[in-house]
Each structure stands twice: as C-alpha cells, then as structure tokens.
C-alpha cells in the first residue's frame, strides 16, 4: 500500500524528530542506463528487429547518457552519484569498457560515483547478442558475475569501510553522519541453491551487523539496491512478481526495524515512490527511478535531511539529447510517443496475436508464458475492449457511476482503450490523475464493480486466475489514481525507531474513504443474459447441424433412388 499521505508533499513531526545530526546531504540518483557500445552492431533488419521490441534506447544510449551525466556535473550543490545497476544493455565486454570511461570522466568533472551491478551486467556463458546485417551475432559478454567487483571497483568499493565480497556489497561513509549501503542483490538469494535476486543468511547478518554499528555511532542510512521492495501497484505485484527482489516482504520488514527506512531502487524502469509500515509501526519507503535511457528518462535529487526528520525527492528528466534526432520533439516527450506506439501495439496484439503480445511483453518485465496461459481470457477482453467507448462503458454502469449522459458529454466518443493506454504510460511515469472525483474514475470503476458482482454471483474468485488478486477493481483501481507519496516530488517524513520498549504512538485513525461509485447488483441479470446469449448460439448451432443433416439426407436419398429431382424436398 502506498500509506495515507495523499499526492502532495508533506512533513510531519507528530512523532517527533530522529536524532538531528549533521547538515542536509543531498545525492543525485540514477539507475540502468543499459549502456550499449556501437561496436556491437546497429545496422540491418536483424538489429532493427531487436529495437522494435525494445522498450529503451539502444544504439544511441552513448548520447543519452552523456547527456544524462552533462544534466549531473551542471548541478553544482553535490558531488554524490549514486547508481543501482545494469549498467550495460547485456553485459558486453565492450559496452563495460565504453561505459567505466564515461565514469572515469563523470569523476574527472568533480562526481564521486557509487555503483553496484546487476542482472544484465554478465550473461552465463560469456557471450551477448549483436547484429551484422541480417543476422544475430554473438559477442563476447562477461561470464563470471564477480568479475564486475573488480571492474567496478574505483567506484565504491575503494572507498568502503565494510565490505561483503560475497554479495559485492559495500558501505561507504559518504559525510559525517551518513552512510550508504550499496546492496548488491543479484542472484544473491540462495535458500535452496537456486539462484535469484535477495540477500543471502551471511550477507542478511553481514547487513544487520552494519547498521547496528551505524545506530550505535548515530550515523543516517540510505541504501541502494537493484530490485523493487515494494510493488508499485497491485496490479505489478502480480504480473511483475518475479521482477521483485525475493522476499521483499519479509526483508523490508527486518530492514525498517533496524533503522533502514529509505531504499532506492531500479529494475523495473517505473519511477514510483512507494511506502510501508512494519507491524512494530516503522515506515519504509521504496524510491524507484525511471531508466535514464527508458520512458520516462528521468533521475533523482535526494536530499537527505534528519535533523528536519524529512528526505526530499525530485525529479530531474532528461530532454534535451545532442545527435540524437526526435523529430523536434524533447527527448521525454519522444520517449512517450515511442513508449505509447509500443503500447497500442500490445493491445492490438492482445486483441488478434497472442504469440505476437508474449513476445512483446518480455520488454515490460511480464513473462510471455504466463500471458500465453491466459490468452483464452485476453484475447475476447481485447476485442470488446477496442470497440468500447466512455458511453458505452457509461451505458453499462449508469447506476454504479451515479453520472448523467449530459455528464459525460464531451468525453462519449473518446475509447476506452486509449484511457487503458495512458494508465499504463502512467504506471511507469507515475502520479496517474484520475482520482475519485473525476468521470473516468467513477466510470471505470462502476463498471469493474459490475464485472465484480458477476463474479461474486458465480463464486468464482479472481485471486483462483491472479494469485493475490481479491477483485478485478481492487487491481485495478490502483492504475487510475496515486493516493500516497508524490512519485515525481515529494517530501517524506522520517521517525524514530520504535521497538518493543520504544513503542509507536497510536496514529490518528484514517478518515472513512467516501467512495462515490455505488456496489453493483447486476450480478445476477449479467449471469441471465450470459445464459441466454449460450441458449441462442446452441440453438443457432442445433439449427445449423439439423439444417445440414436434412441436406445431407436429401442427397443421399437423391443418389440412391437415382431421381434428381428428389432434391427438390430439400429445397
């Protein structure tokens, strides 16, 4: 959940300051700039075929991370770079190289830099995919994971006061008063021997130990890691599950209760500020940025300030990019015009291909087998979908909306599919603006509680197709409006520590949320008309079955009696 704070920015002291410390530090954040070197190949159609999947810049991110890193050096107030990795397209030997100059120049401009690396920083059997005309290529890529430590070392683990190699994790000291924990979570969850991303027993009490020793001598944490703790909506948490960092739930959890309140974080490429609290009443927020080369192409300012028991974000977008031609377009708004035609694509597809849509889907981090799977249901809702208009939807939720036809006027011929396409543009780019009081919210949502009933009518639980799921608008809905943090700016109120002798105040109870689209009762009348709709086509179906058999016969008795004209009974 994303708390109670409401798309704004706020502070609040009512549980009192943490520990003042020293002056407000402030770092500028970035994640997966997937740097792909030109060496790799850029040319023909088996390149061209790549890109078009391709959710990110790819042969021009040379350009857009300059101009990212030129965005960085002009702001003079800090001299803090953090990154949360992949820092190449698929870890290619040559994009490494190309990429470590471009830091080893960011730090010649007066940055000092923190990277850790991730997923797509090594690929097992030392090779990558490039491109030579026609054909997919392979080029030599980085084979062995902890390789990268000793490639990335000059930035970050040079400079730790603890490290763990295993993991390659390090703590850094960045200011009096103030560490970073750069957590390497790749492939670092070993439970059983498989691999996937988390934290290991040994660096889990490795990380535990570090930040008791920083409680202890009153130093202010921020970490970074790759993986997302924290969905950014419930609709993500199911689709996007393993994209999560593996048991997040449970690692949040133990991090927030040990003084560890604010992850930033990457992976995904959905900018989003996300919040939770523990159950001994500790806040953990959950900073995630775009990719500098993805839609949206944005970084942040973090301004960490405990003596004011607040950290402000902001966000800093990428549009102006030399070289690269966007049709005199910004860079952002470029990128959305890219993002949104790969979009309707997939909608297009998931409405007549559903191979075309799971080849597609991998780009936005959604497995193509599981969309394989639920194609029976994808392939009739995408067809209904791209013919559905506010007026139609309206006409289907008049009573739940509680709208007028005069109401919804000028909005009655625009289709819903395109409303579909911006909520999905806006999961990634965040603060989606539709909230309670707005039509398409009441619309939307007075429809799925149709789609609801019917399902309560029938017994049949969405959670029995989408594990977590409790309804079809409670997945949803979260995709139209932001009720917690600002996910572009915002500023986020720190606490103390509260355990069990330093217990949390009881907080005021959150106001009773007036919702304004009615619970729907056409549960059983769509179950009737469904019936019926069944009884027509198998009547249809009888008919056209007895329609054929009494032709059939007709021939028949025609051919054995010899007489031509017994056809006639038939006709």
């Not at 101009?67 to 030997?93: K, P």
């Not at 390090?170 to 750069?182: K, S």
């Not at 309206?394 to 395109?418: P, Y």
Request: hydrophobic share 40%; aromatic share 8%; glycine share 8%.
């Amino acid at each position: 959940w994303r708390g109670v704070f409401g798309c704004r920015n706020i502070i609040s002291h009512e549980y009192g300051n943490v520990d003042p410390g020293n002056a407000p530090l402030k770092i500028q954040f970035i994640t997966d700039p997937h740097y792909y070197s030109r060496k790799g190949g850029t040319e023909g159609k088996a390149y061209e075929k790549a890109e078009a999947k391709s959710q990110k810049v790819i042969k021009d991110s040379d350009l857009v991370i300059k101009a990212g890193f030129d965005l960085l050096c002009a702001d003079t107030s800090t001299d803090i770079v953090v990154l949360a990795g992949d820092t190449t397209r698929d870890g290619e030997l040559a994009s490494h190289a190309e990429f470590i100059e471009m830091l080893r120049d960011l730090k010649k401009r007066g940055k000092r830099v923190y990277v850790i690396t991730a997923t797509h920083d090594y690929r097992d059997g030392g090779v990558a995919d490039g491109y030579d005309g026609d054909k997919k290529i392979q080029v030599p890529a980085v084979e062995e994971r902890h390789d990268l430590w000793q490639m990335y070392y000059e930035f970050g683990p040079n400079e730790a006061i603890a490290t763990h190699p295993d993991s390659m994790s390090y703590v850094v000291q960045l200011a009096p008063g103030y560490r970073l924990f750069a957590l390497n979570d790749d492939t670092n969850y070993k439970p059983e021997g498989e691999r996937g991303s988390g934290y290991s027993d040994d660096c889990m009490a490795w990380i535990l130990d570090q930040l008791e020793d920083a409680r202890k001598n009153d130093q202010f944490v921020i970490a970074m890691t790759h993986h997302p703790m924290i969905a950014p909506s419930p609709f993500y948490a199911i689709i996007g599950k393993g994209d999560m960092q593996r048991n997040h739930e449970t690692t949040r959890e133990i991090f927030a209760d040990n003084g560890l309140q604010c992850m930033l974080t990457g992976h995904t490429h959905i900018h989003d500020i996300s919040v939770v609290e523990t159950k001994k009443g500790n806040t953990f927020y959950d900073i995630a940025c775009g990719a500098m080369i993805g839609c949206p192409p944005t970084m942040r300012n973090i301004t960490l300030d405990p003596a004011h028991a607040k950290v402000d974000v902001e966000t800093v977008t990428i549009t102006d990019v030399p070289g690269l031609d966007t049709g005199g377009k910004p860079f952002d708004r470029y990128m959305r015009t890219f993002f949104f035609g790969m979009i309707s694509e997939l909608l297009d597809a998931a409405a007549t291909d559903i191979d075309h849509l799971a080849e597609m889907t991998d780009a936005f981090s959604v497995p193509g087998e599981k969309v394989k799977k639920l194609g029976w249901l994808i392939k009739p809702i995408a067809k209904w979908l791209n013919k559905l208009t506010f007026k139609k939807a309206w006409r289907l939720c008049k009573k739940e909306s509680g709208l007028t036809k005069k109401d919804i006027a000028d909005i009655a011929d625009h289709r819903v599919v395109d409303f579909i396409l911006e909520l999905v543009q806006n999961l990634y780019c965040g603060d989606s603006p539709y909230g309670p009081d707005t039509r398409e919210y009441k619309i939307c949502c007075g429809l799925l509680n149709v789609i609801d009933a019917f399902l309560n009518t029938i017994h049949f639980s969405i959670g029995k197709v989408l594990k977590g799921a409790t309804s079809v608008r409670g997945l949803v809905e979260p995709l139209l409006w932001n009720p917690g943090p600002c996910d572009a700016n915002a500023t986020l109120p720190l606490y103390p520590l509260y355990d069990d002798e330093n217990t949390a105040p009881k907080k005021a109870e959150k106001p009773a949320f007036n919702d304004p689209v009615r619970p729907s009762k056409k549960g059983p009348l769509v179950l009737a008309i469904l019936v019926l709709l069944v009884i027509l086509v198998l009547a249809i179906l009888v008919g056209l079955i007895a329609l054929v058999v009494w032709a059939v016969v007709g021939i028949v008795h025609a051919a054995t009696t010899g007489c031509i004209g017994a056809l006639s009974f038939v006709f």
